[in-house]
Structure formats: structure tokens, C-alpha cells
């Protein structure tokens, strides 16, 4: 997208006229407050870039009750109902003229007396298409060749509010929606060569070419708008509670500009090329519930006459001032609808607590071998209301084994205990001499201030430091910095060599693997030595 800024269109441009105050002209720390300010900093981006978060979702039923609130939504479903037993029609299934009137008094878009203005008539026929779309109202033809519409078989579940009828229909009109908000002039066009004629009128060959540049905008405008909306998901889906508006310029910018670049001038353009088209189309959304926007305001790019315009640099725009630019929200049902398409798409995009709702076998597999989680939360709300010794118990037989996640598993299990707490000492005590669980389960006891927990015994001790290396290895994902500092604390003390030659005989299925790990990242280069060395004998005692 070419970089380019609206002039002044009360002037021309041999008039000298001074350019409107657009986001490509602002610095965009300055317009935009900074990403911090909204909860979005470079590693939570980078996260959002690769997987998609999950998110919180409320009940299906809370849910059905937001669509039904939506005005338009409520428009259709009230002309369906007004629909009965059946209402003559036009042969395009529209309202007839002496039907228009009355439907926009119906849904308060009109008063109840004198004349009803034109526009209020175009919003009840947007309403009656839409009802007619979702099959709210069904269209006939009766045997002396009048057009009818009657009531749906839909209507009724949706007018008691079915969640899954009412939701189903939501998003078949949101996706009505999203599909006509796109226009082939939702992108800058490019600028022609002086001379040139359009390639839609030179008739011809360029009749096609110009049919298929028409598609193609569309399909760019529509890869936009999806874009648009993903990465609005995924930043949102990380932001705090009250923080999940975000300025309509940090999304074009998390479009447009390259990670970890800083934007030059051309692509403060392309950000605002990216507003404008944005902008419209936003707007639509709005309407049925996906959204809550504020568009920029239109006075930006038609400065009053005589009016000063910004000078960049002169002082930050205050939250007023930069809320012009555009605000966007999405809402929960958006969140719904957009979950919904990703899913159509073959992304995973998980819920909050999705994988808590089964027992502590599947929860903690769960959790491993789930890339786009939060393990904290999950296991927050398996916990959550169950008693703390069978809730315990549960979770230390689902942690037992020797396979790839058995670290990890185990890992998650001592994070789980810890939000049972004190009460699931019992349970804790019972595995005291279990070889997989005892190493952990004194040092939960001792951390939690028990002074009678015994001393383990020297191969449980080994097994347990190789497994808790290894859970933070699988964890980390090889995080340098991290296994660092977890080195430091490695109980190696005089004599390395006899530690490591003790450490690499314990029979673990990392034991290799974190010997690898020390020996790449400890900054003792006598100690790291002794570490790849007692790797090779690891490896090569299998």
C-alpha cells in the first residue's frame, strides 16, 4: 500500500493548502500512547504472532441473551414475529411500500404519528433482509400468485432464547455482515500513470481485467478485514480486565509495520491507509454486537477553515485528543464469532478452562501437550470447590510415569498442590517413598514449614534433580536465561566430577538430556566440561 495523505478538500493542491492532521503525520508513541499502555508489549506479541491465546468466554446462555440485545438482530427477530400469520410481499421479497411505514414504527425507529422519515424506512428493510437471510421468515407464493412471507420455524426457539438457535442465527448474521462490510474501495487504489484509462471503461478485454481487479480488491479488503479482526484477538485475549480497547492505529500497526522495526514515515502512510480501510468496515461489524467502536472522526481529514493544525512534537495528544483516531473493542460475542470462524479455519483457539472439565488424568495431559494454554488457570479451575486430599491424591496418580511429559506432569502437580494448600498435607505425606514422587513431596512439605519431613535417599535425591531440570527444559522450551539460572542452583560442590559421575547413572529418561544442557549453558567451563562428559557416558550407556 502506497503512503499517501489526504489534502485538504476545501482547497486544491496548487492552492498550497496545509495537509489534515492524519495518524501518518503524528509520531505514532505520540498517537497512539505506546503498546504498554494497552497491555501489549514485545514478548506478549511475539506470542500472539505464533499461536492463537485462549480465551474467556461467558455462558452460552449470557451469550444468547447479548445477541437478542443487539438492536438489529432485535429488529429482525421482531418482523418475524410481525410476519404472522403471513404478510403479503413484493416479488423480491421485500416489503411492500404500505408495510415500510409501519415496520419502522414498530421497531421505535419512527414515532407513532406524522410522517416517518425515509432513512428509518431503509432501516427496516435492512432489518426484513436480515430476517429474511437467517430464515426467520420464509417467502411463498400463494395459489392465486401472491407473494408471502411467513414466520420461520426458528422464530419461536429464538424468541425464548435457545442459546444454541439464538447463537447459531447470531452468527450466520454475522457473517452476513462481515461479508458485506467488504467493498472493492476498502484499499487505496493505486495511482495511475497520467494518460491512462481506468481498465474497467476501455470496454474490451480490459471489461474482464477490470471485473477481475474489482475481485481481487475485494478478496485484499476481505484478507484485511480477517486479519484485522484475528490479531485483534489475540491481543485483546492478554490484556487486563478494562484494558481490552485498543486504538484503531495500534492495530493497523500490528498489520503494517515489521516486527521489531520502528516505523519510518512511508509506513506511518501505510498505517493510515490501513485506518481508513479499516474504518467502514469496523463500523458495520458494530452493528451486530462484535464490536464496540468509536470511527475516527471525519473532521480529521477536513480541517476547519483557519484552523491550526498539530505540529508533531509540540506536545503528546491527550486520551481525548487521540481517541479521534478510532477505538476498538471487541466484545464477548465477538470473541464468540471470531473463536468460531478460526475454528472453521482449522485453528486451535481453546477457552479458559476447557481442559479442566475432566479429572486429573486429562487435565494435566491436557495441559502438556497443549501449546496455546495457561496452565495456572487451568489448573485454578480444576481445583477449584473440590476437597483437597482426594483433589490431591488424584492429581500425584496422574503424575506418575516415565514418558515424554512425566517431568512436566509432575511439575504440574506441585503447582496444583500449592493451590490446594496446607489441607492437602495427607495426601502429600502418603507418597513420601514413592521413587518418582517422594523427592518432590519433601519439598513441598519443607516448603510449606514442616520440620519432620526425613531426608531423602541419595538416588531419590539425583532422580529428583535430574526430573526437575527436565520439567523446566520441556517448560522453557530451552529458554537459555532461565535454564541459566536454574544451573547456579545445581547442588554441585567440591568435587564435580564425582557429582556428575553419580548424576549421569541415574536412571531417567532425560538424565542425557539435562547433562547436555548444563554442560551448553554453565558459565564454570571446568564444570560444563565435566557435564558433557558425563552426557557421552549417558548416552552411551543405552
Request: hydrophobic share 45%; proline share 7%; with cysteine.
Amino acid at each position: 500500500m502506497a503512503g499517501r495523505r489526504r489534502k485538504n478538500s476545501g482547497a486544491s493542491a496548487g492552492e498550497g493548502a496545509a495537509e489534515a492532521v492524519l495518524p501518518a503525520d503524528l509520531e505514532l508513541q505520540d498517537l497512539y500512547g505506546a503498546f504498554a499502555a494497552h497491555g501489549l508489549d514485545d514478548e506478549d506479541l511475539d506470542d500472539a504472532a505464533v499461536l492463537v491465546p485462549p480465551v474467556k468466554l461467558p455462558a452460552e446462555q449470557e451469550l444468547a441473551e447479548q445477541a437478542k440485545a443487539v438492536p438489529m438482530f432485535g429488529y429482525a427477530l421482531a418482523l418475524a414475529r410481525w410476519a404472522a400469520p403471513h404478510r403479503t410481499v413484493d416479488e423480491f421479497g421485500d416489503l411492500v411500500e404500505e408495510d415500510r411505514a409501519p415496520a419502522a414504527r414498530l421497531l421505535g425507529l419512527a414515532p407513532a404519528e406524522g410522517e416517518v422519515p425515509e432513512e428509518a424506512e431503509v432501516e427496516a428493510l435492512r432489518a426484513w433482509s436480515l430476517a429474511c437471510d437467517l430464515d426467520l421468515v420464509e417467502l411463498g407464493t400463494t395459489k392465486d400468485g401472491e407473494h408471502v412471507a411467513v414466520p420461520g420455524p426458528d422464530l419461536e426457539p429464538a424468541e425464548q432464547g435457545d442459546p444454541d438457535t439464538v447463537l447459531e442465527l447470531w452468527l450466520t448474521a454475522a457473517g452476513i455482515v462481515r461479508e458485506l462490510a467488504v467493498e472493492a474501495d476498502s484499499l487505496p487504489e493505486e495511482e495511475e500513470e497520467e494518460g491512462e484509462e481506468p481498465a474497467a471503461q476501455a470496454g474490451g478485454e480490459e471489461d474482464e481485467d477490470g471485473l477481475n481487479e474489482v475481485e481481487e480488491a475485494r478478496d485484499a479488503a476481505a484478507e484485511l478485514l480477517d486479519e484485522a479482526l484475528q490479531v485483534l484477538y489475540e491481543t485483546t485475549a492478554f490484556a487486563d480486565p478494562g484494558n481490552e480497547t485498543v486504538p484503531l492505529g495500534v492495530l493497523a500497526a500490528l498489520l503494517v509495520v515489521p516486527e521489531g522495526e520502528e516505523p519510518s514515515e512511508e509506513l506511518l502512510g501505510d498505517i493510515t491507509d490501513v485506518m481508513v480501510a479499516l474504518d467502514p468496515m469496523l463500523g458495520d461489524l458494530a452493528e451486530l454486537g462484535l464490536l464496540d467502536y468509536r470511527p475516527i472522526d471525519p473532521e480529521l481529514f477536513d480541517e476547519e477553515e483557519g484552523e491550526e493544525p498539530v505540529v508533531v512534537g509540540e506536545a503528546p495528544l491527550d486520551e481525548e485528543e487521540s481517541a479521534r483516531f478510532g477505538l476498538v473493542r471487541l466484545t464477548p460475542l465477538g470473541q464468540y464469532g471470531i473463536r468460531q470462524w478460526l475454528l472453521e479455519d482449522g485453528f486451535d483457539a481453546p477457552l479458559v478452562g476447557e481442559l479442566a472439565q475432566g479429572d486429573a488424568a486429562e487435565l494435566l495431559r491436557g495441559v502438556c501437550e497443549s501449546a496455546n494454554v495457561l496452565p495456572e488457570e487451568e489448573l485454578r479451575i480444576w481445583v477449584a470447590g473440590r476437597e483437597p486430599v482426594p483433589a490431591a491424591r488424584e492429581l500425584l496418580a496422574a503424575a506418575r510415569g516415565d514418558d515424554a511429559y512425566g517431568p512436566l506432569r509432575r511439575m504440574l502437580c506441585v503447582s496444583a498442590l500449592n493451590l490446594l494448600g496446607p489441607e492437602a498435607e495427607p495426601a502429600v505425606r502418603e507418597v513420601l517413598d514413592d521413587p518418582e514422587l517422594g523427592g518432590s513431596a519433601r519439598a513441598w512439605l519443607s516448603a510449606l514449614g514442616a520440620t519432620d519431613v526425613p531426608v531423602p535417599e541419595r538416588s531419590m535425591a539425583l532422580w529428583t534433580v535430574v526430573d526437575t531440570f527436565a520439567a523446566q527444559l520441556l517448560d522453557s522450551g530451552g529458554d537459555a536465561a532461565l535454564l541459566r539460572e536454574l544451573i547456579t542452583d545445581l547442588p554441585v560442590k567440591g568435587d564435580p566430577a564425582a557429582w556428575f559421575g553419580e548424576l549421569w547413572r541415574v536412571d531417567h529418561p532425560y538424565t542425557a538430556d539435562v547433562l547436555e544442557a548444563i554442560g551448553e549453558l554453565h558459565t564454570d567451563r571446568a564444570l560444563a566440561k565435566e557435564a558433557r562428559k558425563a552426557a557421552f557416558k549417558a548416552r552411551s550407556k543405552g
